[in-house]
């Protein structure tokens, strides 16, 4: 089945540990973004990479970190993790960034930094 | 990307056709509109995209004024399990490569 998973879904963790979600995408895409969801603020895109070995700053990267050293995975790293980045996450991909194509959405990470 | 106005909320009775409006009046001609669906804390869903034509699939319609700074989603028959957050976002990768932002969206609730 075609489908984009993160992990882990629920994660609580304290100021300044540092955390990794991780992405992954079985579809052979080589777009994939981070994005974060606030109530009331929609969602806000974190980081981008259009391919292996590029990425790119979002609306809101400040205190984030990606990589993507292999197409399928693009995980998310809080270095020094803080309150404010208490939020719903979601990972997305498509075939290339390009017009006219749909993305792909995982489940969800909510998490929580005490 | 183009700024998108979305009212907040809407209600639509169950088996009614809900319209979602849509206003992108900044949006450049090669600027795709996109819709999607957020039911809870899922990932959005894809709905349908279009351009410049009105476009038509399984979910919904999709109609865009002929000036493209508006567009109305359309889903024709309205169920209880259409209830979520409509997102409209307009974006070119030649304009924005990669980049996309999701406003506030519509939170359409279907009452029976």
Same mark, same amino acid.
């Given at each position: 089945?075609?489908?984009?998973?993160?992990?882990?879904?629920?994660?609580?963790?304290?100021?300044?540990?540092?955390?990794?979600?991780?992405?992954?995408?079985?579809?052979?895409?080589?777009?994939?973004?981070?994005?974060?969801?606030?109530?009331?603020?929609?969602?806000?895109?974190?980081?981008?990479?259009?391919?292996?070995?590029?990425?790119?700053?979002?609306?809101?990267?400040?205190?984030?970190?990606?990589?993507?050293?292999?197409?399928?995975?693009?995980?998310?790293?809080?270095?020094?993790?803080?309150?404010?980045?208490?939020?719903?996450?979601?990972?997305?991909?498509?075939?290339?960034?390009?017009?006219?194509?749909?993305?792909?959405?995982?489940?969800?990470?909510?998490?929580?930094?005490? | 990307?183009?700024?998108?106005?979305?009212?907040?909320?809407?209600?639509?009775?169950?088996?009614?056709?809900?319209? /979602? =409006?849509?206003?992108?009046?900044?949006?450049?001609?090669?600027? $795709?509109?996109?819709?999607?669906?957020?039911?809870?804390?899922? !990932?959005?869903?894809?709905?349908?995209?279009?351009?410049?034509?009105?476009?038509?699939?399984?979910?919904?319609?999709?109609?865009?004024?002929?000036?493209?700074?508006?567009?109305?989603?359309? /889903? =024709?028959?309205?169920?209880?399990?259409?209830?979520?957050?409509? $997102?409209?976002?307009?974006?070119?990768?030649?304009?924005?490569? !990669?980049?996309?932002?999701?406003?506030?969206?519509?939170?359409?609730?279907?009452?029976?």
């Amino acid at each position: 089945e075609a489908q984009v998973t993160q992990n882990p879904r629920y994660l609580i963790t304290v100021t300044g540990k540092k955390l990794t979600v991780t992405c992954s995408q079985n579809m052979n895409h080589e777009y994939m973004s981070w994005y974060r969801q606030d109530p009331g603020l929609g969602l806000r895109q974190i980081y981008y990479s259009m391919n292996v070995e590029v990425t790119d700053k979002g609306d809101v990267p400040e205190g984030y970190k990606v990589s993507r050293k292999e197409k399928r995975n693009f995980p998310l790293i809080l270095e020094s993790p803080s309150p404010n980045q208490t939020s719903l996450y979601f990972c997305a991909s498509s075939p290339t960034g390009g017009d006219g194509e749909k993305l792909f959405f995982g489940s969800g990470t909510q998490l929580s930094v005490l | 990307d183009a700024k998108t106005t979305q009212p907040t909320s809407m209600d639509c009775a169950e088996g009614r056709a809900a319209n /979602l =409006p849509c206003n992108h009046s900044t949006i450049s001609g090669n600027e $795709y509109v996109y819709w999607y669906r957020q039911i809870h804390s899922q !990932g959005p869903q894809y709905i349908i995209h279009g351009l410049k034509n009105n476009e038509t699939n399984e979910m919904a319609s999709l109609i865009i004024t002929e000036d493209r700074k508006s567009s109305t989603l359309i /889903l =024709p028959h309205a169920t209880l399990r259409d209830t979520a957050v409509y $997102y409209c976002i307009v974006r070119s990768d030649r304009t924005n490569a !990669g980049k996309s932002t999701f406003g506030d969206g519509t939170t359409l609730t279907v009452k029976p």
